[in-house]
């Protein structure tokens, strides 16, 4: 073609050698190790992974590789699969409501945390040995999050303190634990949280043992890439603040945090209208999330030989592959103007609620995972 492909970017460089008429998603190693060698590092406790944001073979062991050794589990097949990839692996059960059997089965796998939101499933773990940790899930009105967690799972503040009470007349240990919400962009939940849990902790007359302060730490979707160091600083602060010299000890469970940036999705376009571009996956593949999230800007699209289409841009509606007039994306996304069928529309940062959510809906959802090399 005429091309120095060596000097594209690997996505560019493998799309330009194969022509996949297939979506694909390239898993970047390197910036798995790199994101999670930063929550290692930075985070003042222990860092476990909420399996559910990318449950993907090669992300498991990627983490693992290094050096993430906990995992927030919402199943028995989480759990297994995590045990598969890491049988000394730390596993905490934190979906609140949970069936006879999978209590049974969580004790199996050795589940060594467990989270309660309502007395009824508090009363269910009484089969549990005595001094297991069960971690009260508190909630609070959302704020600043993409979307909100607590209108499913929680207690509020009053229900919280009793929960608590409860765990200590059964012998279990102490904790508290919450999720801020997905994607929360700015630090102030974290610390309005850990506020509260203070506040709850001290209304109910118990020492917490562990305060997980849960996921929601944010990916790059926009102009400026995230900080956690910063949210991890505001965590610390707020626990001193709040908790003085009696201070749990601190877990955090990023999903989306830890995986989104270890996958690059790479869609085809099939057809190209006036006002619309119509893509070779969509909502009920690897764009799941974008139904309920907002658009994210990271976003390049190339010539079929890897060379990229340049400017300006014009907003398009975007649709999927499938007959269903649902498909498409829920906003027009600015597309260069002389984007043709045949190109390639490259998305960074889409490795978090999106190879886990593809469906095979008209027989359609992106099934290729390449692995991109260490330079990558
Ligand atoms: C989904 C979930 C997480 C991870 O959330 P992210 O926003 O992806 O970080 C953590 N903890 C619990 C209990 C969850 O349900």
Redesign the pocket.
Known sequence: MGIELSLLPAPEIWLAREQPDDPVFFFCPVRLAEVAGRFLRGFPGLVSY?V??NPAPEVVDGLVAAGIRAF?V?SPEEMRLVRAHCPEAVLHY?NPVRSVAEIAEGMRQGCVSWSVDRMSELEKLSVLPRGTEIAVRLKLPVAGAAYD?GAKFGAVPEVAAHLLRRVVALDFTPSLTF?PG??CTAPEPWARYIAVAAEVAGAAGVRLHRLNV????PSHRGADAPDPGAIFAVIARAVRDAFGTAAPALVC?????LCAEAMILALRVKAVGPEAVFLNDGIYGGMAEWRDIAPMDRVRVIAADGMARPGPLRARVVFGPTCDSLDRLPDPVPLPETIAEGDYVIFEGMG?YSRSLVTAFNGYGVRQVVRMSATG
């Open positions: 909420a559910k944001a927030d919402a934190h967690f999720h997905t994607q849960g996921g929601g730490f469970e990023p999903g989306r945090g978090a």
